[in-house]
């Protein structure tokens, strides 16, 4: 599956923790957009789509949640509880976000800029389409 960690730079002293991320270094490609989700309710499900280039990683900038992710062969679920990591998910995996804590922020830096031709938002048509790879 492509998906993986990404442990990020970490500043820390007694004045608190600094952590970076830079394109090319720990983010494997050049950031073209950033979003963020918060005040999700805990018994929300976001997500169930994947995307057919964009590249993305996810960050649990505070609180935690769980990314459950499915390549058409592999399935594997996610805890983000830990700001100074990043999740990447490569493109062609379906994703889900849920179990929101209260307050949890979730950031993704994106590949692309925003392309809603880029979803595919139906479980039937993703299945499909990891034939046609
Ligand atoms: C993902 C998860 C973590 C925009 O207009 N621009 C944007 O850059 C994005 C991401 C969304 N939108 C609009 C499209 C929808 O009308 O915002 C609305 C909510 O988006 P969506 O229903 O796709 O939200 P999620 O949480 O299901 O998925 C989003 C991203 O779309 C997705 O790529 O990985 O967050």
């Known amino acids: 599956m492509d998906v993986r960690m990404i442990d990020f730079q970490s500043h820390d002293d007694e004045r608190g923790c ?3 991320a830079e394109t090319t270094k720990e983010i494997p490609f050049d950031i073209k957009r ?6 999700a309710d805990s018994k929300t499900t976001r ?7 964009l590249q993305q990683v996810y960050i649990g900038i505070h609180g935690s ?17 830990n700001p100074k990591q990043g999740l990447y998910i490569g493109h062609d995996v379906w994703r ?9 922020v979730l ?15 139906n479980y039937d048509e993703f299945l499909a389409s990891l034939d046609e790879r």
């Open 18 to 20: 600094l952590v970076v």
């Open 34 to 39: 950033l979003y963020y989700i918060y005040d």
């Open 47 to 53: 997500g169930f789509h994947s995307h057919k280039r």
């Open 65 to 81: 949640m769980k990314v459950t992710l499915f390549d058409g062969v592999e399935k594997r679920e996610v805890i983000l509880d």
């Open 96 to 104: 889900t976000i849920s179990d929101f804590s209260p307050g949890a």
């Open 107 to 121: 950031l993704v830096a994106a590949s692309e800029l925003y392309s809603e031709d880029d979803y595919i938002r």
